[in-house]
């Protein structure tokens, strides 16, 4: 799991691409902040894409 603060709204945010690695088949898959919704990145691939806000202490909300 990676962390990553928002451009747009400056919250810290968590994200994680979790599923099988298949070849070819491969979707573009957007990381967007789970409080505004501003993409961070995109990352062609075959798995799924989470993001989670995070907590007082720094830990996933999920």
Same mark, same amino acid.
């Given at each position: 799991? /990676?962390? #990553?603060?928002?451009?747009?709204?400056? &919250?810290?945010?968590?994200? /994680?691409?979790?599923? =099988?690695?298949?070849?070819?088949? &491969? $979707?573009? /898959?957007? #990381? $967007?902040?789970?409080?505004?919704? /501003?993409?961070?990145? =995109?990352?062609? =691939?075959?798995?799924?894409?989470?993001?989670?806000?995070? $907590?007082?202490?720094?830990?996933? #909300?999920?």
């Amino acid at each position: 799991m /990676e962390k #990553v603060i928002c451009k747009k709204c400056g &919250k810290e945010y968590a994200y /994680e691409f979790w599923g =099988t690695v298949y070849p070819g088949g &491969k $979707d573009k /898959e957007y #990381v $967007d902040c789970p409080y505004c919704g /501003e993409t961070a990145f =995109t990352r062609m =691939t075959s798995q799924n894409v989470s993001s989670y806000k995070l $907590d007082a202490k720094g830990n996933p #909300v999920r």
